[in-house]
């Protein structure tokens, strides 16, 4: 499995940004895609993922209600789409795919049950 990470980026507070995420189609099909993100000195953290078949989601806390998670099936990628960003959301991001309820009840410890792609930075500014 392959994934392939675009997006991120510098952005003032409360602005927007896209992040996507393309799996190679060898993806199994009841796996989701989604992201996580690690701040300097913080644990990573479960973001968003969707289920590439029947669309079912999952948000962090923390970004439900600005983040919204999206996939196009025919093209084998989940797209987040990121508003009024807060200096908070400031990490690398990471898309992976697995299992959607392993983001439901992530810990790092659970790292190896998922796929991972390349990390993207983003940088909100004040």
């Known amino acids: 499995v392959q994934l392939q990470a675009s997006g991120g980026g510098l952005v003032q507070a409360g602005g927007s940004l896209k992040l996507s995420c393309r799996v190679s189609?060898?993806?199994?099909?009841?796996?989701?895609i989604g992201w996580f993100r690690q701040a300097p000195g913080k644990q990573r953290e479960a973001v968003s993922a969707?289920?590439?078949?029947?669309?079912?989601?999952y948000y962090s806390d923390s970004v439900k209600g600005r983040f919204t998670i999206s996939r196009d099936v025919a093209e084998y990628t989940a797209y987040l789409q990121m508003d009024n960003l807060e200096q908070e959301d400031s990490a690398t991001y990471y898309c992976?795919?697995?299992?959607?309820?392993?983001?439901?009840?992530?810990?790092?410890?659970?790292?190896?049950?998922?796929?991972w792609g390349q990390g993207t930075l983003v940088t909100v500014s004040s």
């Open positions: 992976a795919t697995g299992f959607l309820a392993a983001w439901h009840n992530y810990t790092p410890e659970r790292d190896n049950e998922f796929y």
């Open positions: 189609k060898t993806i199994i099909t009841h796996y989701a």
């Open positions: 969707i289920m590439l078949s029947d669309g079912r989601t």
